[in-house]
């Protein structure tokens, strides 16, 4: 389902089992990820850069949850046309601003502690933890790319 939040329209495309559960995957893995590297605010010494470290990445953790709240909120009103004509298009909204606030406040909270992050000392569990994480991103990614322009 493509839907445009400004103008109250969705369009239905027929989907694969990969297609329909691409989504929550990537919010899986991004959180995965976020959780991953809170865990790792421990390290900062220092507690302001520790502070903005957990900032980050909190932030992170909030905005993806409640961007999967909206999308299943979204989902769900295609099952009452009536509803879905009057609050698909808020839903979409919500989402895309969900987004792009979590990303811009969690920039502004980054602040603090900029880069690069010499007290972070990530084990080598969480480094292949993390390799694994992106692995499986990058595999969606290509693989979604691969079904939308050969297929």
């Known amino acids: 389902m493509l839907r445009n939040p400004l103008g109250h329209q969705a369009v239905f495309a027929a989907k694969s089992g990969f297609i329909v ?10 959180g995965g990820m976020a959780a991953l590297m809170l865990a790792r605010a421990a390290d900062f ?21 409640l961007k999967m709240d909206f999308e299943a909120v979204g989902i769900c009103l295609l ?3 009536a ?5 698909g298009g808020w839903c979409a909204a919500a989402t895309l601003l969900s987004i792009t606030l979590g990303l811009g406040l969690a920039l502004l909270r980054s ?15 969480d480094k292949i933890a993390l390799a694994a994480l992106f692995g499986v991103y990058l595999l969606v990614v290509i693989w979604t ?7």
């Open 45 to 65: 010494k220092n507690e302001e850069r520790r502070a903005a470290f957990a900032g980050v990445f909190k932030t992170l953790v909030f905005a993806i949850g």
């Open 145 to 151: 790319w691969i079904l939308i322009s050969f297929l």
């Open 21 to 30: 559960f691409r989504v929550p995957l990537m919010n899986l893995l991004h």
């Open 79 to 81: 099952a009452e046309p």
């Open 111 to 125: 602040r603090q502690a900029p880069l690069p992050w010499p007290e972070l000392h990530l084990r080598t569990g």
């Open 83 to 87: 509803l879905n004509a009057v609050y």
